[in-house]
């Protein structure tokens, strides 16, 4: 996926930091549990006050700028998940503080009796920057799972009844998308749940013996980031999308989590030069703000008609003016380009860690999952924490790493720094960065072996049960 060492990526795109070196002091002395107890009263209200869905936070977050954020004790951490690949601009970007603060003074909602500037202009740059062109549509959600809702009405108005999803792919909670997601264990509890959805092997074989000419949709994630940052097989989308046009079949793209330029191409399905019939999107667009978007291409523009969707928040002038202002600004200043250089350069600053726990990494651009020798992704993530250091463990063998777009040589210099000390701890080893590394504390660890040794990197991720989005930090 990356470059070898050896070779040196092309240079990456100057990018402004408008706002400055974050103004911070390093991390402040005692463990992470030491000082969450000096002010822990935030813990007792989230108990006491929020629903149990979630798993209790790690942290209280006060304050962001830039790649760094702050919690309630003060404390600095460099934020490479940013937000789960929603904060495409980082923290309090003046673009996006800018087009919020100018859109709040002036209009934040209508409904949808009303058509408003930031809406039409928010369409028109999705409809180019998708190459959906003069022919498509675009309909506005509040959320990725919303929008994955209208891409299935969107297929039952072909008429036919069956969809196929991958296994292991993640497309929301509300009860049609869930009934997309490959996921047992998160269907199971809410079942049952809209029928004739089968969720097939992410393999050319299994999509040949499903499809037929009852099948009205195939759903597919570029890269299926809850299931541990696992890519399509290469070629993929192109035969998909060959097999699904001689059917008749939609293929419907979930660029939720793959969008706005996150894995150096705008979309993902941009690097096969497929062009599909419809496209969800979320997360990245509103660099923060709850939007999604159904985007449909040619004759699927033409499937859904008046009163058969709708939306009270969705489009609302608020969020499409910061989505349109957050999209210009990647364009503006390169940062789909950035991604594309940045992501070999974060590979390759992980493997001159040198460290026995990392077996290798995979993904595309800045949308990164390093696939770990042992199941001690928890551990790792809440190290690195200590550390000052934000990513994520979609399962126990792999961590997740979403940083902003406009992340530079310093954050990545900063993040290698930090995400080694948190290796060199939870595997008893210490690097110096070079590849060489001293004796294991502990000569009888077993971390440098894999727990699995059979099988490719993907296929012993993909097996194990995933940790649900958000539903751990």
Do not use: C
């Not at 294991?440 to 649900?468: H, M």
């Amino acid at each position: 996926m990356s470059a070898p060492l050896a070779e040196q990526p092309p240079a990456a795109p100057q990018i402004e930091h408008p706002l400055g070196a974050p103004q911070s002091e390093r991390p402040s002395s005692g463990s992470l549990s030491e000082r969450s107890e000096s002010k822990g009263a935030w813990r007792t209200a989230y108990a006491d006050r929020m629903m149990r869905t979630f798993a209790p936070p790690l942290l209280e977050l006060t304050r962001g700028e830039g790649a760094h954020v702050w919690d309630s004790d003060g404390r600095e951490y460099l934020d490479f998940l940013a937000g789960i690949a929603v904060n495409a601009l980082g923290h309090a970007h003046p673009v996006v503080v800018e087009a919020a603060s100018r859109q709040a003074a002036t209009l934040i909602h209508v409904s949808n009796y009303f058509a408003s500037e930031p809406q039409l202009a928010l369409a028109a740059r999705l409809l180019r920057l998708t190459g959906a062109g003069d022919e498509g549509r675009v309909f506005f959600a509040n959320s990725g799972t919303e929008a994955i809702e209208a891409a299935i009405k969107l297929a039952r108005r072909t008429g036919r009844t069956r969809i196929l999803a991958l296994e292991q792919s993640f497309h929301g909670r509300t009860m049609g998308a869930l009934a997309l997601t490959g996921k047992a264990a998160l269907r199971e509890p809410f079942e049952p749940l809209i029928p004739h959805v089968e969720h097939i092997d992410s393999t050319l074989e299994a999509l040949e013996a499903a499809i037929g000419p009852d099948v009205a949709a195939l759903v597919v994630e570029p890269i299926k980031g809850e299931a541990g940052v696992l890519p399509l097989p290469e070629g993929y989308l192109a035969a998909a999308r060959a097999l699904t046009a001689e059917h008749g079949v939609l293929l419907i793209i979930d660029e939720i989590q793959t969008g706005a330029g996150r894995t150096g191409a705008w979309f993902g399905y941009q690097h096969e030069g497929v062009t599909p019939d419809a496209i969800v999107l979320a997360k990245g667009i509103g660099g923060g703000v709850p939007i999604g978007a159904l985007v449909t291409f040619g004759a699927a523009s033409e499937l859904l008609g008046a009163g058969q969707h709708g939306s009270t928040f969705g489009g609302n002038p608020f969020v499409t003016a910061v989505s349109d202002a957050v999209l210009g600004e990647i364009e503006r200043a390169g940062l789909v380009e950035n991604a594309a250089v940045r992501g070999p350069q974060i590979e390759a600053a992980i493997a001159a860690i040198g460290s026995p726990l990392v077996a290798g990494t995979r993904g595309r651009g800045l949308l990164i999952g390093v696939a770990l020798t042992a199941p001690v992704a928890g551990e790792l993530m809440r190290a690195a924490l200590e550390r000052g250091l934000i990513v994520n463990a979609p399962n126990d063998e792999t961590i997740r790493i979403a940083p902003p777009l406009t992340i530079g040589d310093a954050e990545i210099a900063e993040f290698a720094d930090r995400f080694a000390a948190a290796l060199a701890e939870v595997s008893g080893f210490r690097s110096d960065h070079s590849g060489s590394l001293s004796e294991p504390a502990d000569p009888s660890g077993s971390l440098s072996e894999p727990a699995d040794s059979s099988g490719s990197l993907s296929e012993r991720s993909e097996s194990k049960d995933q940790t649900p989005e958000e539903a751990t930090p």
